[in-house]
T-cell receptor
Framework: LAKTTQPISMDSYEGQEVNITCSHNNIATNDYITWYQQFPSQGPRFIIQ???TKVTNEVASLFIPADRKSSTLSLPRVSLSDTAVYYCLVGDYGQNFVFGPGTRLSVLP | DTAVSQTPKYLVTQMGNDKSIKCEQN?????MYWYKQDSKKFLKIMFS???????INETVPNRFSPKSPDKAHLNLHINSLELGDSAVYFCASSQGRTGIFYGYTFGSGTRLTVV
């Protein structure tokens, strides 16, 4: 599985856009990039998945450059309820994820 | 109507005891998992069952034994509990054989504390 590196923590204020970048320099051709969100006392929840370029859903956008060695999760206009840990995961079909420590996002009023 | 439910939510027990955690999913998924989240927040897969068949058995002490009576249930039994077993245990399910393509649905976790 491709090793990922993301910031341990980030702070933001309500209403701001938050971008969390993940590095995955040894990503393989068949690997997908997936982001999960985990609130305290809950299991992780799927947010978004992509392979290349840009993916957008009702929750977030995922930007993947052409070389795919990094990806950026973008959360528009965060609120207090977006305070959570965000995990970046890379792997291909047939594998299972190991979730690293993730990025702890704190949204301040 | 909880998609993946696990019980109990909290479990405090003494060293040496045997305990079980139960998990049920009503999503019709074919694969179920047990993950362990340690104090550093790393979430590691322990077991994976696909249609009641064990397909992943990571390096886990044999004191841990999963049981899948049907594809909607995956229970975890732990014998001779040790202090190092204290963690949060998550049950999950996925539509496919792994969680990468279709995504995992996780339960809310069982916080096990061994004293």
């Amino acid at each position: 599985l491709a090793k990922t590196t993301q910031p341990i923590s980030m702070d933001s204020y309500e209403g701001q856009e938050v971008n969390i970048t993940c590095s995955h320099n040894n990503i393989a051709t068949n690997d997908y990039i997936t982001w999960y969100q985990q609130f305290p006392s809950q299991g992780p929840r799927f947010i978004i998945q992509g392979y290349k370029t840009k993916v957008t859903n009702e929750v977030a956008s995922l930007f993947i450059p052409a070389d795919r060695k990094s990806s950026t999760l973008s959360l528009p206009r965060v609120s207090l309820s977006d305070t959570a840990v965000y995990y970046c995961l890379v792997g291909d079909y047939g594998q299972n994820f190991v979730f690293g420590p993730g990025t702890r996002l704190s949204v301040l009023p | 109507d909880t998609a993946v439910s696990q019980t109990p939510k909290y479990l405090v027990t003494q060293m040496g005891n045997d305990k079980s955690i139960k998990c049920e999913q009503n999503l019709g998924h074919d694969t179920m998992y047990w993950y362990k989240q340690d104090s550093k927040k790393f979430l590691k897969i322990m077991f994976s069952y696909n249609n009641k068949e064990l397909i992943i058995n990571e390096t886990v002490p044999n004191r841990f034994s999963p049981k899948s009576p049907d594809k909607a249930h995956l229970n975890l039994h732990i014998n001779s509990l040790e202090l190092g077993d204290s963690a949060v245990y998550f049950c999950a399910s996925s539509q496919g054989r792994t969680g990468i393509f279709y995504g995992y649905t996780f339960g809310s976790g069982t916080r096990l504390t061994v004293v």
